[in-house]
């Protein structure tokens, strides 16, 4: 990938969260790239492949709530994607195409309600956040299996609501500034019998995303719950690069 000078992003290439894999379809240095996050977010599949054109992206399934743990290269114009069973080879769903250019970052989130797969693909735009002393920056999916209601979603710092705001099943929010420090995060729907709420202590200068996750009334792993992952972080330092 292109060498950005900055006020830049400065990507993660591991998690402390989940383990990473590694990726069948990439290209070699100085090629031009995009990179690719994905994510198992459906309570109805325990084990997920993803397909680039054809081509896995990762050599190991993805089970429910792990993650790729970086972004991955891929090549860049336009591609093709789908979810399928990684024990089974089913496919779970359709093909969705985007559009990958070069030095741009892609989150895709696998997600299902009563059954039924999508798979979603978001340009993450993280050339587009700048340092800012003391703050960080965090996004949410709402991927709670529930495609009828719309959940309640709450971000709060000291006391205040910097997100409030209704959510249709698999929307993806924006980046959002916001102090560092403690974060409260709830989802909740009384006629769903959605009720989640976590404090997430945010480092500054980091990206976050928030997963709403979970089957409405089903119980442990799957169970509505809150996670959250570093997608990377910013930094003042006009020496660094991706």
């Known amino acids: 990938m292109k060498r950005i000078l900055q006020g830049s992003v400065l990507l993660l290439l591991m998690s402390a969260l989940f383990s990473a894999c590694m990726k069948n379809d990439g290209p070699q240095p100085n090629i031009p790239a995009g990179g690719l996050m994905a994510f198992n977010l459906s309570p ?48 779970l769903t359709p093909q969705t195409g985007f559009n990958s250019v070069d030095s741009q970052y892609y989150s895709l989130f696998v997600v299902s309600a009563d059954s039924n797969f999508k798979t979603v693909v978001v340009n993450d735009r993280l050339d587009t956040l700048h340092y800012n002393a003391g703050h960080a920056f965090v996004r949410y999916i709402n991927a709670v299996a529930d495609s009828v209601h719309e959940q309640r979603v709450t971000l709060s710092a000291g006391g205040a609501d910097l997100v409030s705001e209704n959510a249709a099943f698999a929307h993806i929010s924006g980046f959002a500034l916001v102090p ?52 990377g972080a910013v930094s003042d330092d006009k020496s660094a690069a991706h």
Do not use: C, M
């Open 44 to 91: 109805d599949a325990d084990g997920i492949g993803i397909k680039l054109d054809g081509n896995n992206l990762v050599n190991q399934p993805l089970r429910y709530t792990n993650y790729t743990g970086a972004y991955l290269p891929i090549y860049t114009g336009n591609r093709s994607t789908w979810a399928y069973d990684y024990y089974s080879g089913v496919t």
């Open 180 to 231: 560092a420090g403690n974060l409260a995060v709830a989802v909740k729907n009384a006629g769903a019998g959605v009720d989640a709420s976590r404090t997430i202590e945010l480092e500054a200068n980091k990206i976050y995303t928030v997963l709403l996750i979970g089957r409405p009334g089903a119980t442990g792993d799957k169970a509505v719950q809150i996670k959250f992952v570093a997608n």
